[in-house]
């Protein structure tokens, strides 16, 4: 990818997102996305929110349909390909494999809170805890402090 | 939007004259997204500011009351402003700085933790975290629940100070101190009998914060759908933790009619008839 284009979404919108860092001066884009936004019924509250945060960011802001404003934005450009941050939402792969059926998309990784080895058990937090807390501490060079076990008091 | 932008067509605008322009800008944009902007601001300069006043001791002493030392970092955690990472290595420095035993920091990287385990079963569940993880411990059938919001809650008129005030500081300023929104989704879901995915959407719509997984997780702990029982709470712990504020001025508390009003077995039996003791 000689020439790309950057894709901000919601879950990336500090000066750290991994793609913003990797690609200084390049252009960048974020779609309000029109359907969402309805169907969730978000209020001005959460929209004016994320606004403030992208007035922050050199990005140019668009509303509508997040794929094919993402591509249009590329075509503008001239791109060969976009570079975004990895997303949790289920929503974000189901945009990501439609910008990909037309340019190559290459998604960064963000630093991980704590790093542990697959598979994690999920099935309660006190079993995920009990591995990621030594790892955590470890990192500060600390052994695991007694924590209250109870999370809301009666 | 200010006169003399010239962007190219569909762009949006990026210049405004004050907050009260970007406001009317975007009631044109989205007409459809009710009520006005947040008291809180967005952007990674008022993220930095709250990052740099936490203090992880006061946090781990006092979070659980309404006045206590919250970080209030969750609106820029959400959208990635801050990341994880960022705020555990700030808690971390601040240990440093303070020579305080890492005891001092430990409930704050508990709760940022809990925050990552949301985000790794949202990653492995989809969409699914709309969906019930495991059956009732109330013993209530989920169909006996409603699958909308009563008016009255929506309205902040169900004549409890505590409710009513919960849900207009949820509408005016989109963030709720989470002691608050426990107490208000154990009143929806339990005093109500309302679906808990009505009341998930809901916070959705107006916190600041409002992440699916975060949210929707924690709609279904408190339901008791992925808990070992559900959650409750009773006045004298609402009492406790918001120091009387809501007592005070509500005529329920003095009447006899608060609903909280009750021991915890008062209130199992009275909520949960068909379930088993817990």
Known sequence: MLKPVLW??????????????????????????RELIVQAGLSLKRLGFLYECLLELPVTLRHGDVAEEVLAFARRHRADGVVTTAAVAPRFALLRERIAAQLPVQVLEPEPFVELPEPVDLRRFSRYWRRAEPVLWGRAGAAVPPVPARRWDR | MRSGDSL???????????????????????PEAVGDLSPIRGGSQAAAAALAAIDPAAY????????????????????????????REAAFAWLQRTGQPPQAAAKLINELGWRDYWQRLWRRLGDGIWHDREPLKTGQAPEHYAAALPADLLEARTGLACM?????ELHSTGWLHNHARMWLASYVVHWRRVRWQAGARWFLQHLLDGDPASNNLSWQWVASCFSSKPYLFNRDNLERFSSGRYCRVCSAATDGTCPFEASYEQLQVDLFPGAGPC
């Open chain 2, 8 to 30: 190219p067509p569909g762009d949006l605008p990026r210049q405004f004259a004050s907050r009260m322009e970007l406001q009317a800008t975007l009631r044109q944009l989205f």
């Open chain 1, 8 to 33: 901000i979404h919601a879950e990336a919108l500090g000066p750290a997102n991994p793609a913003l860092v990797a690609h200084p001066g390049t252009p960048a884009v974020f779609v309000f996305d």
């Open chain 2, 60 to 87: 781990g002493r006092s979070r659980n009351h309404l006045d206590g030392a919250v970080t209030r970092l969750s609106p820029w955690i959400r959208h990635g402003v801050l990341s994880l990472v960022e705020v």
């Open chain 2, 164 to 168: 009513d005030g919960f849900v207009q």
